[in-house]
């Protein structure tokens, strides 16, 4: 088992910076790899980045690409997204999941979720 929490959302303006964080308790974390999905109202769930277990190859989607940065501390049992340029339809709750060694793009491939924390970009 996996528990993940999530922190550091907020209320920021347009072009301003945010820093989630996902801690990890359980069992082997270093060897699961992680993704932060996002979920604005009334849209579904979408992938926003993934790294893998060794933190050396990431994915992000196109819409974030250049703007957002996944990172994880193995020592720490926390993975980080770094949000950079925030846009208001950057506003959604923010989950981190994790499912065994690659990370994908799809939801239902992880096994673990956090409650999410929620982000809002205002204009």
């Known amino acids: 088992q996996v528990q993940l929490v999530e922190s550091g959302g907020g209320l920021v303006q347009a072009g301003g910076s945010l820093k989630l964080s996902c801690a990890a308790s359980?069992?082997?974390?270093?060897?699961?790899?992680m993704g932060w999905f996002r979920q604005a109202p009334g849209k579904e769930r979408e992938f926003v980045a993934s790294?893998?277990?060794?933190?050396?190859?990431?994915y992000y989607a196109d819409s974030v690409k250049g703007r957002f940065t996944i990172s994880r501390d193995n020592a720490k049992s926390t993975v980080y997204l770094q949000m950079y340029s925030l846009k208001p339809e950057d506003t959604a709750v923010y989950y981190c999941?994790?499912?065994?060694?690659?990370?994908?793009?799809?939801?239902?491939?992880?096994?673990?979720w956090g409650q999410g924390t929620q982000v809002t970009v205002s204009s």
């Open positions: 790294i893998r277990w060794t933190g050396y190859s990431t």
């Open positions: 359980g069992r082997t974390f270093g060897s699961y790899a």
């Open positions: 999941a994790a499912r065994p060694t690659i990370g994908t793009t799809r939801d239902y491939d992880y096994d673990y």
